[in-house]
């Protein structure tokens, strides 16, 4: 079994390749859109099924999300490649718990910080923490699983265009 692909290859400099400031630009536009469209995906049947919230109330905290989301994307892609940098191994239970910590590592403190800035009491931020552990689970390997295929999708398109470019 293959290990996962983690990140696109570091490519060599080459004279045909953009600028290193336009590569962290379309990285960083990258992680913005995974962390939006999946955090908008898992959110429409949590809030507007589970929870019960209007359609106005949706996309109100969606509206918010996008802010706090964009904020938070290229730090979080940053750091989920430093652990797999750090955690070497293969196969899909590596992943999947790489995936996990770093999924908990990075979002728990931060979801904790907003409950705390929004008034939770520490009865209500232990029960939704502990919530959060148990979703952790479920959502860090699929968003690692979804971000690994669009930056592959991503490294063809422009190989492709690339190649366009050449001809």
């Known amino acids: 079994m293959s290990p996962p692909i983690i990140a696109p290859p570091v ?4 004279p045909s390749s953009p600028p290193p400031a336009l590569c962290r630009r379309r990285e960083l536009l990258l992680d913005i859109f995974a962390m939006n469209s999946f ?10 099924l589970l929870a019960g919230l209007s359609l106005q109330e949706h996309l109100q905290v969606r509206m918010l999300a996008v802010v706090f989301n964009t904020l938070i994307a290229r730090p979080f892609g940053l750091y989920r ?4 940098r750090r955690l070497p191994g293969r196969g899909r239970l590596h ?27 520490w009865m209500e931020i232990a029960t939704a923490s502990l919530t959060f552990m148990l979703l952790a689970g479920a959502m860090g390997r699929p968003y690692g699983v979804y971000l690994d295929w669009l930056r ?3 490294i063809r398109q422009r190989q492709h265009g690339r190649t366009r470019a050449l001809a």
């Open 39 to 48: 955090s908008w995906a898992i959110a429409i049947p949590i809030e507007l």
């Open 11 to 14: 490519e060599s400099e080459k």
């Open 81 to 84: 490649l430093w652990m797999y």
């Open 152 to 154: 592959r999708l991503w």
């Open 95 to 121: 992943a999947y718990l790489v995936d996990t910590f770093v999924f908990l590592s990075f979002q728990l403190p931060l979801y904790t910080g907003n409950m705390l800035l929004g008034g939770a009491s």
